[in-house]
């Protein structure tokens, strides 16, 4: 049983600085790209009022229609983001940053619903908790004299913070969990669904205005031809399940952390490969969460 100290240190205790810091800085890193992204894609026009997202929002709040954000609101909200994302990435107001950030997925989530918004949105409340990090110039200074040691020293001599950490480790381990809760069934083990949206992607690459991958012949003819039920197909989707499982408990594992940053890494490139304009920021922002628990 743990006893009344171990809980209490759990909660409000120093955790180790420096996988924390790793970890915020490579999560604003992603909101960053997330923004980038965005903008190549041209979602700032998006909430337009000829657009299809503004009747979509309209027609799913019909008692709220004089309420709802406006253009304006829209674009106020894309340069809040960018500069609350910027701000955690420099370190500046670590807490306030990660704040504003979860106000505004939060708020892009209400817009456009989708998964990993809602998992941006946790990771930044769990960021809310972070103590008083160092800015990134401090190591980043060091780094420009040549002496990672001392750049590395100035980050892991801070405060982390344990509540943070297991905040993290929950947000994580749901995510892992409910996508195999999601994926553990016939049609996705059998490659189905894969082959379904790569074939979609591909049918609609030349009508399509911003095209989600960069796919090279091979793959373009192995798709065209494998059929889902294959065995290769059953045992690739097979593993993503295996490894979505087991990476909550590898990550929180301290000899088995290595394993687990190799394996999520790989896994993760591959989700990228497939759909660099969806997956990316989100990658980044995943795995970054594995340095939180790094030894």
């Not at 903008?39 to 799913?60: C, D, H, I, Q």
């Not at 950030?101 to 949105?121: D, P, R, Y």
């Amino acid at each position: 049983m743990w006893s009344t100290e171990e809980f209490i240190d759990i909660l409000v205790g120093d955790g180790p600085a420096g996988g924390l810091w790793l970890a915020r800085t490579g999560f604003a890193l992603a909101c960053l790209i997330k923004i980038a992204i965005e903008f190549k894609r041209e979602y700032v026009g998006y909430y337009e009022p000829t657009t299809y997202l503004y009747f979509r929002l309209r027609a799913r709040h019909l008692k709220h229609r004089q309420r709802m954000p406006t253009a304006i609101h829209y674009r106020v909200f894309i340069i809040a983001r960018f500069a609350f994302s910027l701000a955690l990435f420099l370190g500046v107001i670590p807490q306030t940053s990660a704040a504003g950030l979860a106000l505004c997925f939060a708020f892009e989530g209400f817009i456009h619903f989708k998964f990993h918004v809602n998992f941006f949105t946790l990771l930044a409340c769990c960021f809310i908790f972070t103590p008083s990090l160092p800015p990134l110039w401090d190591p980043f200074m060091h780094l420009m004299e040549g002496d990672p040691q001392s750049a590395w020293q100035v980050i892991a001599s801070a405060h982390g913070s344990r509540f943070c950490q297991s905040a993290v480790a929950l947000t994580i381990s749901a995510l892992y969990i409910g996508g195999v809760f999601r994926k553990a069934n016939s049609s996705f083990i059998s490659g189905t669904v894969v082959v379904s949206v790569l074939r979609y992607t591909l049918a609609e690459q030349s009508q399509r205005h911003h095209f989600d991958g960069w796919y090279p012949a091979t793959l373009r003819s192995w798709v065209s031809k494998v059929e889902p039920g294959d065995k290769i197909l059953r045992f690739v989707m097979t593993s993503v399940l295996v490894l979505e499982a087991a990476l909550p408990v590898a990550v929180l594992t301290p000899w088995l952390w290595p394993y687990a940053l190799a394996a999520g890494l790989i896994m993760h490139a591959a989700f990228t490969f497939l759909f660099p304009g969806t997956l990316t920021a989100f990658s980044i922002a995943t795995v970054s969460t594995y340095f939180c628990f790094m030894p």
